[in-house]
């Protein structure tokens, strides 16, 4: 297969949606020889703060020496970037071989009778297949959905099981309470690793210890009274950690210190798991993480920040950092959401710091909420609310709107920030 009839084939399995659970996915990876059977992992559940944790962790593991594989979603700018060893994504003519023998794999599947794996277990089956053939040392794998029926979760030899903050989001799958989503998200956990968490509520953390305690793992988190000397910055940010001080970031965002922070515990549970991280390797590894899309500034004269807080606890956090960063500056937004997303809490938490607001449709996805809806509902509590037909079209208009102190924002879904990016002049990785 080329690229293009990848997309095709992953275009035409997108009909078989989400289906939680394992069953599907164990039987594609025996067919496959099991190849995450050979592999090691840091495995990473929660809501909001995945990505960016396992940015962190993927770059202080290649600056110590390691050869990382990692596995995220969504992207921003390419398929391929999900499938990545050592910040290269996966090239297009493995990506190609590797869709081809495992949609043969799948037709034979369904041939017997059995349910057609998902396009996200298609995808974790060829990461596997892929880091395996790499030989990575050790592998930093994001869940898609939840954790104990997320298809990631047939590992087996995982070397710390990281939980994130946790809040409400995907409740038809996960639950509709704080407990019913941690107990989820706490799925990871097995016999034999470490677990490190985010500073949870307290609810969320006793989930969390329950099922450490479950498997007999020890549990660590972050302290925050060990966090000191915070310097918060648009392009550089530094803390102390304990003993480590003046820790320095490249990302951009308050909450961005606390991932940082989860990161380091994280480092200090695989270091007892046998794994040697300097504290020069640390230090080079959270200066050097790029993580497009979480509060990046991607202009100045104006500003211009995307992020991708696409629920409410993420736009809690959002709306924190613009409130901290620009002070009494003018503000619009650019937005764009999913219609499965509680969209009205997303507006409730950052209407009142935007003096305008332009929405749009993320495009090429069919849970994208139109522009016209969104902005109706922006119109329920925000006086000044254009929907826009198009990116190019929004991206001029809050160019034509902004003065040069101003502040542009776009954020909501991760699905449209890539290719708006891409139409503000940020570019595209390669």
């Known amino acids: ?21 394992l069953d599907s996915i164990r039987e594609l990876c025996r067919e496959l020889g099991d190849p995450q059977k050979e592999l090691r992992f840091v495995h ?60 043969g794999i799948c037709d034979g599947m369904v041939a017997r009778g059995l349910p057609h794996p998902t396009p996200f277990e298609i995808e974790t089956a060829l990461g596997f297949l892929y880091f395996s053939e790499k030989a990575g040392d050790v592998v930093v794998l994001e869940t898609g959905m939840g954790g104990l029926l997320d298809a990631t979760n047939i590992v087996e030899n995982t070397l710390a099981a990281v939980l994130t903050s946790v809040s409400m989001d995907h409740m038809q799958f996960l639950g509709d309470t704080p407990e019913k989503i941690a107990f989820q998200k706490a799925g990871i956990i097995k016999r034999g690793c470490r677990v490190v968490s985010a500073v949870q509520r307290k609810e969320v953390m006793e989930v969390i210890r329950a099922g450490a305690e479950a498997m007999g793992c020890p549990l660590q988190a972050v302290k925050p009274e060990m966090l000191s000397q915070v310097r918060y910055g648009l392009e550089k940010q530094s803390f102390d950690y304990g003993g480590l001080k003046k820790l320095e970031l490249s990302l951009a965002g308050k909450y961005q210190i606390e991932n940082a922070a989860l990161a380091v515990e994280t480092v200090e549970a695989l270091r007892e798991q046998g794994l040697s991280v300097s504290e020069e390797a640390v230090r080079l590894g959270l200066l050097r993480t790029q993580w497009p899309g979480r509060f990046t500034l991607i202009g100045k004269k104006p500003y ?38 509680e969209y009205e809490k997303i507006i409730a938490s950052t209407h009142a710091l935007a003096d305008q607001i332009i929405t749009v449709t993320p495009p090429g996805n069919p849970r994208a909420l139109p522009a016209y809806e969104l902005a109706r509902a922006v119109a329920e509590v925000h006086c000044d609310v254009t929907a826009a037909d198009s990116l190019e079209e929004a991206v001029e208009m809050s160019r034509l709107l902004a003065g040069k102190e101003d502040v542009i924002v776009a954020f909501g879904s991760l699905s449209f920030l890539g290719r708006l990016m891409e139409i503000a002049g940020y570019g595209k990785v390669s």
């Open 1 to 21: 297969m080329n690229e293009r009839q990848v997309m095709e084939y992953m275009e035409q399995v997108s009909a078989y949606g989400i289906v939680p659970g």
């Open 44 to 103: 990473i559940a929660g809501t909001n703060g995945k990505g960016s944790v396992s940015a962190f962790l993927a770059e202080i593991l290649k600056c110590a020496g390691y050869r990382v594989g990692r596995y995220l979603s969504p992207t921003l700018f390419q398929y391929r970037e999900r499938i990545q060893v050592n910040g290269i994504c996966i090239t297009k003519a493995a990506l190609g071989r590797g869709v081809e023998r495992i949609k």
């Open 304 to 341: 211009f920040i995307v992020d991708g807080a696409h629920n409410e606890e993420a736009a809690v956090r959002l709306a924190e950092s613009l409130e901290f960063y620009f002070t009494n500056k003018r503000v619009i937004y650019i937005m764009g959401v999913l219609k499965d997303k």
